[in-house]
């Protein structure tokens, strides 16, 4: 991961004196002074890196400015997963200390461990990768994916995480909730796609944990293999193949159309196609991934709602400055709505 360097002083969402009070106290072998570095990838969560006077390296994870009261369990969720998945053959950070007193540092927190490694945040990123270690690395991508969904949350403290039952229908209200109150426009296919995945909606199949967000940018990779899998902020109990149809959505192919910012490695060719990725998860998991478009409609149609939603607050000015190429951002909504479509007609 990238650093953003800065006087620790001056260092936003970090009280440097306080915390390494609390730390100090609460971690084992830390020797002050400390420094906090800001890492870069982070999309919601912020991400530290602290390193000691020993030089050893560890990571404090907060929630993002302004959002204290909003987010102050999550911080204690997210190190309950870690703590559960930690206890299974999935590669984690393991967590050491959780700070729950926002009075240290105006928001709960937790340290873990540093796990070296790269971050292939882009399809550049795929492109510096060495060749021979590309496959591999996507190979391991789906077969931890298969692992993950074999877990019974019940056997790692996980079962009472979420609900188990009816994800697909969970989804589809709050989703369609949100893009009844956001649209900025009247997009029938929208409307068209919501119809048929709710007339399509297959039963689920036991309740596995689902990271939410398993993708290549959110994992450590060293020497063609994944040493860590991080951001669990989005992880919950259900419906294993919706991390199967992410994932394919976020497997891009070279050439291939580009949807929003071009944050897939795989674009760079040598990780494998979509249909080898999907045969390895099949074999590894023994699932029957035969209505896997299903999936991948659901989650671009999703992710449409999403992005509308991002677009809806930037125009009403709820995002500030914050700048947002507008036609952009229709297009890959449109995008996503349009193949969606195409996805679901197809079944």
Same mark, same amino acid.
């Given at each position: 991961?990238?650093?953003?360097?800065?006087?620790?002083?001056?260092?936003?969402?970090?009280?440097?004196?306080?915390?390494?009070?609390?730390?100090?106290?609460?971690?084992?072998?830390?020797? $002050?002074?400390?420094?906090?570095?800001?890492?870069?990838?982070?999309?919601?969560?912020?991400?530290?890196?602290?390193?000691?006077?020993?030089?050893?390296?560890?990571?404090?994870?907060?929630?993002?400015?302004?959002?204290?009261?909003?987010?102050?369990?999550?911080?204690?969720?997210?190190?309950?997963?870690?703590?559960?998945?930690?206890?299974?053959?999935?590669?984690?950070?393991?967590?050491?200390?959780?700070?729950?007193?926002?009075?240290?540092?105006?928001?709960?927190?937790?340290?873990?461990?540093?796990?070296?490694?790269?971050?292939?945040?882009?399809?550049?990123?795929?492109?510096?990768?060495?060749?021979?270690?590309?496959?591999?690395?996507?190979?391991?991508?789906?077969?931890?994916?298969?692992?993950?969904?074999?877990?019974?949350?019940?056997?790692?403290?996980?079962?009472?995480?979420?609900?188990?039952?009816?994800?697909?229908?969970?989804?589809?209200?709050?989703?369609?909730?949100?893009?009844?109150?956001?649209?900025?426009?009247?997009?029938?296919?929208?409307?068209?796609?919501?119809?048929?995945?709710?007339?399509?909606?297959?039963?689920?199949?036991?309740?596995?944990?689902?990271?939410?967000?398993?993708?290549?940018?959110?994992?450590?990779?060293?020497?063609?293999?994944?040493?860590?899998?991080?951001?669990?902020?989005?992880?919950?109990?259900?419906?294993?193949?919706?991390?199967?149809?992410?994932?394919?959505?976020?497997?891009?192919?070279?050439?291939?159309?580009?949807?929003?910012?071009?944050?897939?490695?795989?674009? $760079?060719?040598?990780?494998?196609?979509?249909?080898?990725?999907?045969?390895?998860?099949?074999?590894?998991?023994?699932?029957?991934?035969?209505?896997?478009?299903?999936?991948?409609?659901?989650?671009?149609?999703?992710?449409?709602?999403?992005?509308?939603?991002?677009?809806?607050?930037?125009?009403?000015?709820?995002?500030?400055?914050?700048?947002?190429?507008?036609?952009?951002?229709?297009?890959?909504?449109?995008?996503?709505?349009?193949?969606?479509?195409?996805?679901?007609?197809?079944?």
């Amino acid at each position: 991961m990238e650093e953003q360097n800065a006087d620790t002083n001056q260092l936003v969402g970090i009280n440097a004196e306080s915390v390494t009070r609390w730390m100090l106290e609460h971690v084992d072998t830390v020797v $002050a002074p400390l420094s906090f570095n800001l890492l870069q990838g982070g999309h919601s969560n912020l991400t530290y890196k602290v390193t000691d006077a020993m030089g050893t390296d560890r990571v404090l994870r907060r929630p993002p400015l302004g959002h204290v009261l909003a987010t102050a369990h999550d911080m204690a969720r997210e190190h309950r997963i870690l703590t559960g998945i930690a206890r299974s053959d999935v590669p984690v950070p393991r967590v050491l200390a959780l700070c729950e007193d926002i009075d240290v540092n105006e928001a709960s927190f937790y340290v873990m461990e540093f796990v070296p490694g790269d971050v292939l945040a882009d399809t550049a990123a795929g492109r510096a990768t060495p060749p021979m270690e590309r496959t591999s690395i996507g190979r391991h991508l789906f077969e931890l994916l298969a692992d993950l969904h074999a877990i019974n949350p019940d056997d790692i403290g996980l079962g009472e995480l979420a609900r188990k039952d009816d994800y697909l229908g969970r989804q589809l209200k709050r989703w369609s909730r949100q893009w009844d109150e956001s649209k900025t426009r009247e997009l029938p296919v929208m409307e068209e796609v919501r119809r048929q995945l709710e007339a399509r909606k297959p039963d689920q199949v036991g309740a596995s944990i689902v990271h939410g967000d398993w993708r290549l940018p959110n994992m450590l990779v060293t020497n063609g293999g994944i040493q860590a899998v991080l951001d669990w902020e989005l992880c919950t109990l259900g419906d294993a193949m919706a991390d199967i149809g992410y994932i394919l959505n976020n497997w891009g192919q070279p050439n291939e159309e580009l949807i929003g910012r071009d944050l897939e490695p795989s674009r $760079a060719g040598g990780f494998g196609s979509r249909e080898e990725m999907l045969g390895i998860y099949a074999d590894r998991s023994g699932r029957d991934v035969s209505n896997v478009n299903y999936y991948r409609a659901f989650s671009l149609w999703r992710g449409a709602a999403i992005s509308e939603g991002v677009l809806a607050r930037y125009l009403a000015g709820a995002m500030g400055s914050k700048g947002l190429e507008l036609d952009l951002q229709k297009q890959g909504i449109d995008h996503r709505a349009e193949l969606a479509h195409q996805l679901i007609s197809e079944l």
